[in-house]
């Protein structure tokens, strides 16, 4: 790659201008929205439901809270929130209106309108005023974020004091057996779901090697810790294929 002076960075394993990156999530999940779900459940053999529920064991959400689910994409966090709270709002925003779009069908559904907001935005530069939310919520969305620390900054910054961070996303197994295991299947069978299931499977190749180019849970447990949170901790969710990072503004 010829050198313009750019800052670069990476898109799956493919080296980018930063300033193409968003664009190019976009593409991605404007490609699968419809199938979104259904994926998730065939990826993951539905294991994906059982970390959201431990995600909300341990965020405990109460009456009244309010929520910003960042990269909220069809609103499954938020559901689970707001059923788990009894009451409260949640504003699910991310960067993919078709995401979104598919989250507001399931909102009627589920006749929830009136507790949701939707909103189009980046996760580096949110549209809402400091000190203004209870909970922060991204779920398998930090990773797609150009500069994921900028989005953790930003979280902060959005959060009352005494406001509490919960991120959900792919990790490292750390047992090197077990991880070239997962990567055996993540390589040679999601890229071909994704082509039955959703007709694309560039998008799920993607995904993929997304996960590979995270930060380990240590790693990424710094960076929560670098923007302000305190009281932080991880846990890892089917021996690390995942791992919840916790942290509060205190």
Known sequence: MQDTGEDTTHFGFETVPEAEKAGKVQGVFTSVASKYDVMNDVMSVGIHRIWKEAMMDWLAPRAGQKLLDVAGGTGDISFKFLKRAGSGHSTVLDITENMLIEGRKRAETAQMVD?????????????????????????????????????????????????????????????????????????????????????DRASYQYLVESIRKFPDQETFLSMVQQAGFENTSYRNLSLGIAALHSGWKI
């Open 115 to 199: 507790n949701l907001d939707w909103v189009v935005g980046d996760a580096m530069a949110l549209p809402f005023a400091d000190n203004s939310f209870d909970v922060y919520t991204i779920s398998f969305g930090i990773r797609n974020v150009t500069r994921p620390q900028e989005a953790l900054n930003e979280a902060y910054r959005v959060l009352r004091p005494g406001g509490r961070l919960m991120v959900l996303e792919f990790s490292q197994i750390p047992v090197p057996l077990a991880q070239k295991a997962y990567d055996l299947y993540s390589f040679n069978v999601i890229p071909r779901m994704g082509q039955m299931i959703a007709n």
